[in-house]
């Protein structure tokens, strides 16, 4: 059974920094791309990043290019790092695979249950 398990959301200050991840299993995902998404009360989910798992390719939305870093070990976690956070990341942060890449998540096939990420002012 796939399962991505996401881990260490919390809540901190802004211009403060916090680590999310993923812990993958069921399968192997060396051909994936690994997702970020996020999702704040009364929006859509929207795209964070996504790492290609085998290379390290990594594309970022805008909104947190510059802030935010992606990244997984070679085992089975996927990260992202984020840093000079703002009220406005405050979010559900999803972790997700798709075989085919790109911001869209209706492409992704796998998702984990999102851990809550609260930035206050």
């Known amino acids: 059974q796939v399962q991505l398990v996401e881990s260490g959301g919390g809540l901190v200050q802004a211009g403060g920094s916090l680590r999310v991840s993923c812990a993958v299993s069921?399968?192997?995902?060396?051909?994936?791309?690994m997702g970020w998404f996020r999702q704040a009360p009364g929006k859509e989910r929207e795209f964070v990043a996504y790492?290609?798992?085998?290379?390290?390719?990594t594309y970022y939305a805008d909104s947190v290019k510059g802030r935010f870093t992606i990244s997984r070990d070679n085992a089975n976690t996927v990260y992202l790092q984020m840093n000079s956070l703002k009220p406005e990341d405050t979010a559900v942060y999803y972790c997700?695979?798709?075989?085919?890449?790109?911001?869209?998540?209706?492409?992704?096939?796998?998702w984990g249950q999102g851990t809550q990420v609260t930035v206050s002012s």
């Open positions: 997700a695979a798709t075989r085919h890449g790109g911001m869209i998540a209706t492409t992704y096939e796998y």
């Open positions: 790492i290609m798992w085998s290379g390290g390719s």
């Open positions: 069921g399968r192997t995902f060396s051909s994936y791309f």
